[in-house]
């Protein structure tokens, strides 16, 4: 009888843990990981906040609003638009996981406008001011890619639409890429995007939570179909890939901590539509833009214009 106890009580504990890691890795407002996003920058430039204040209000001194649509499951989605006088091009920017849009595009954001385009940066699902419970690392994230391009072409019908996504971002662009989108949509790029949810999954178990137990993945995962209706072992970008429509150009930085370059040259290959591959030497996770921003933004407005 003991014994049956013991294993009652150990089971009990080892689903817990899985709880919890489900609801650390997909629940919004978990403090100690979005935190992680803040670490990195410090590391990088420890008046980062000075630089992000400079530049959003650079950013607001160009006409504005906020806007908040509905996705597909009546959640509101939030996002910023910027607009740049007289354009007729728009791209529409989402983040990465655990970020949010000024942190990731906040400069990226403000040479576009420069160039004269429309800037949309939105808020992911579970992130800052838009809905949602659970991160779902690309799959629920895609719908809402779509229904934000809806918005600007009910907007702007005449807009040339660009698509753009770091990290989790870049993966749902890329997603949504293999579906059939409007015409306005032109071309996208996908800086760090991965080629495989439970790859990454598994990768920020190592690389962020320092755990991990294969049976005990197994196990949050299906707690990720339970709660947010999302099997990682499904979600598996490249295999998707060969179904591409759009244009893409992809994005890494060759010494990225967190996303193997790897991942993105595995996309690139799968990539059915016609594709260019743009390598940033020296930069970490999500920091191409801001490690040769002019390489960056030449090469993916060289690509962007290829395609009215």
Not at 99 to 115: G, I, R, V
Not at 242 to 259: A, C, E, M, N, W
Request: aromatic share 14%; with cysteine; charged share 20%.
């Amino acid at each position: 009888m003991t014994g049956l106890w013991i294993f009652i009580i150990l089971l009990s504990i080892a689903l817990f843990i899985v709880y919890l890691d489900f609801r650390i890795a997909a629940s919004r407002n978990y403090p100690w990981i979005d935190h992680q996003s803040n670490h990195i920058l410090k590391w990088e430039n420890k008046n980062y906040t000075e630089e992000l204040d400079q530049i959003k209000e650079e950013l607001f001194r160009y006409p504005h609003e906020e806007i908040t649509i509905k996705a597909k499951d009546q959640i509101p989605l939030h996002g910023y638009l910027f607009l740049s006088s007289q354009s007729k091009q728009t791209v529409i920017c989402f983040h990465g996981y655990r970020f949010n849009c000024f942190k990731e595009y906040a400069f990226l954001a403000n040479s576009l406008l420069k160039h004269s385009f429309n800037v949309v940066l939105v808020d992911m699902r579970g992130h800052q001011k838009s809905g949602g419970r659970y991160i779902t690392f690309g799959n629920k994230e895609q719908e809402d890619v779509a229904c934000w391009i809806d918005y600007i072409i009910n907007r702007f019908p005449d807009n040339r639409l660009y698509l753009h996504g770091t990290s989790m971002g870049a993966s749902s662009v890329l997603l949504s890429s293999t579906h059939s989108l409007p015409f306005q949509v032109k071309a996208a790029a996908a800086d760090c995007g991965y080629s495989s949810a439970w790859d990454m999954f598994e990768l920020l178990h190592h690389r962020i939570f320092h755990f991990h137990v294969p049976k005990l993945l197994s196990l949050a995962n299906l707690c990720f179909r339970v709660f947010a209706h999302t099997d990682l072992h499904q979600l598996d970008i490249a295999s998707q890939l060969k179904h591409s429509k759009l244009p893409t150009l992809f994005i890494h930085g060759s010494q990225d901590r967190l996303v193997p370059m790897q991942m993105s040259k595995i996309n690139y290959q799968a990539c059915s539509s016609e594709k260019q591959l743009l390598i940033i030497e020296g930069a970490d996770h999500g920091r191409s833009f801001k490690t040769d921003p002019d390489q960056y933004l030449k090469t993916m407005l060289d690509f962007f214009s290829q395609y009215h």
